[in-house]
């Protein structure tokens, strides 16, 4: 495709009034019918494998998943849950239920059974899209369902003979209509239901048009949660754009980085977990020189592991002189952003501040403000709360409007994250509001902890809390796993260490050593410090640990 017919192919995008979160397929199909461009391990039948489908096939099972749904009852604006292994598929089925009318529902598939079954009647699904494996493994015997009226499993999908019935076509959006409910990971609590709106959804699909660095010569790997809007949102632009696109379901560090170099990926999307678990195992014994753009999600990945990623990637020459290395691009924000309110780009070499620095805020995006706690904006360098507003913010949780009341305000909503801004308009994240370790000389803020604890050469994971002593009150505390399965465990050396190096203001009370296996984790990798509180809230009650 040429450079013009490539900005064509933008501006169409861009300028289409008509686009809706119903008929992204149908216009997919009108401008690309039969490229080639999602790949992976896509789970739609049991008895074949794709590994690659073009539009024009995509569609067909598009439209086929709808008749399906049709027949087995499901009304215009039912919730339709997707709870199955995971896969890249989960876009599919998403399509397709917002196609025909419904709301789609994508439920992570390590989501328990026991907080599936209240997520399942707090957003009243009566249908599930499953498959039998997983229904085996998690649901088969467990009587608490008794919401769900039907279980279309996959395979069932798969063996339907729908080619009699018509195809009604997408439904007609409104961009109010709201067409999908996704959920939060689960760090402070239940996962709440993100309302995700027709028109909130296009906002975020055509933003992606501008100033992204993604064209049709690229080749996106997407290494994730396929239930998420960051996932779903991507697929959608990819497929309008004409962007091929891997669909990598294993998360093994060792078969990522494997087939990155067998697939020639030119820009990689992962959670920052998956990234961890790619920089433990090592990235020294793959050829990785295809990378031009490694993109982390959901939250910011450390400073140190990123260098270690841009420096194996593509390197930029001129005239055979070597210039810039490969870029690690995190865009910050959250479900409920529905897009980057802020992007932060990090090279090689770049001089490291572990002051943990996410970035500015993009002309295309939200609106971004650092605020008290009333919503008012505070001076900048002042530590305030991050606040976002603009047309892909959500309007609310799903059947759950009590949770706004202190978070939104003037249509600006609380990210939860606590923020400051330099004089060069440079956005610094230094906790979740619900992290800080409030000790009796001040705040301490367990990110910037964090940040700094990872240039120990022995350190390859730690989670910073606050526990209470019984004489000093609130310290903060580090949960760290170390790298190399066989190393010992020296919280000694690390805590002396941290007491040397570390800034007064960050003093840390005591080091645990943990295996990966004991950092508790939310349905998107992320640690839930909570846990780790309620765990080891009596760490310093006995004499030794004092």
């Not at 239940?190 to 027709?198: A, D, E, M, Q, T």
């Not at 949770?403 to 003037?410: A, C, F, I, T």
């Not at 909503?413 to 409030?438: A, E, I, N, Q």
């Amino acid at each position: 495709m040429s450079t013009g017919s490539r900005f064509l192919n933008r501006l169409r995008i861009l300028l289409d009034g008509t686009l809706t979160a119903a008929n992204i397929m149908d216009k997919a199909l009108a401008a690309h019918p039969d490229r080639e461009l999602l790949h992976g391990i896509l789970l739609l039948s049991p008895h074949t494998d794709p590994r690659s489908m073009t539009v024009r096939e995509i569609f067909d099972q598009v439209v086929h998943i709808g008749k399906c749904l049709d027949l087995a009852g499901m009304r215009r604006y039912d919730r339709v849950a997707i709870y199955k292994t995971n896969s890249p598929d989960y876009f599919i089925y998403t399509a397709a239920i917002i196609r025909c009318g419904g709301i789609a529902v994508p439920v992570n598939s390590g989501m328990a059974a026991g907080k599936l079954s209240q997520y399942l009647s707090y957003t009243g699904a009566s249908i599930v899209i499953t498959d039998q494996q997983h229904f085996d493994q998690q649901i088969k015997g467990n009587d608490s369902f008794t919401q769900v009226k039907r279980w279309l499993f996959r395979e069932e999908i798969s063996v339907t003979d729908t080619g009699h019935l018509p195809d009604k076509g997408p439904a007609v959006m409104a961009k109010d209509d709201v067409a999908i409910i996704v959920h939060t990971s689960g760090t402070t609590g239940f996962p709440k239901g993100v309302i995700c709106r027709s028109g909130s959804l296009i906002q975020g699909i055509k933003r992606h048009y501008v100033g992204e660095p993604i064209s049709v010569k690229n080749r996106v790997a997407i290494a994730g949660h396929f239930n998420h809007l960051v996932c779903l949102l991507g697929i959608f632009s990819a497929l309008l754009g004409n962007i091929p696109t891997y669909g990598y379901s294993r998360h093994e560090a060792s078969f990522l980085l494997r087939q990155i170099s067998i697939d020639k990926i030119t820009i990689f999307f992962a959670f920052p977990d998956i990234y961890l678990d790619m920089y433990l195992h090592g990235l020294e014994n793959y050829d990785l020189s295809s990378i031009k753009v490694w993109i982390g999600t959901a939250d910011a990945s450390h400073e140190v592991h990123k260098e270690v990623f841009c420096r194996k990637g593509a390197a930029l020459h001129i005239f055979g002189r070597r210039l810039s290395t490969c870029i690690f691009i995190e865009p910050l924000g959250a479900s409920e952003v529905g897009f980057a309110a802020l992007q932060h780009y990090y090279r090689a070499g770049s001089k490291r501040s572990l002051r943990r620095a996410i970035g500015r805020p993009l002309p295309h995006g939200p609106r971004v403000k650092v605020a008290d706690e009333n919503g008012r904006r505070v001076k900048t360098g002042t530590i305030g709360r991050l606040m976002v507003k603009g047309k892909t913010v959500f309007p609310g949780y799903w059947n759950a409007h009590d949770l706004l009341p202190g978070v939104m305000k003037d249509g600006w909503w609380f990210t939860g994250d606590m923020v400051y801004k330099d004089g060069l308009g440079r956005y610094y994240h230094l906790d979740r509001l619900s992290d800080v370790v409030c000790t009796t000389n001040g705040n301490v803020y367990s990110l910037l902890a964090e940040e700094r604890l990872l240039t120990h050469e022995r350190v390859g994971e730690v989670a910073v809390i606050g526990l209470t002593h019984p004489v000093k009150g609130m310290v903060p505390v580090a949960i760290v796993q170390e790298k190399g399965a066989q190393q010992s465990p020296l919280p000694a050396a690390i805590l002396e260490w941290a007491r040397r190096e570390l800034p007064l203001t960050t003093p840390i009370e005591a080091v645990i050593a943990v295996h990966k296996k004991d950092m508790p984790r939310g349905l998107t990798g992320k640690v839930l410090k909570r846990e780790l509180r309620e765990y080891y809230a009596a760490w310093f009650s006995g004499s030794d640990r004092s």
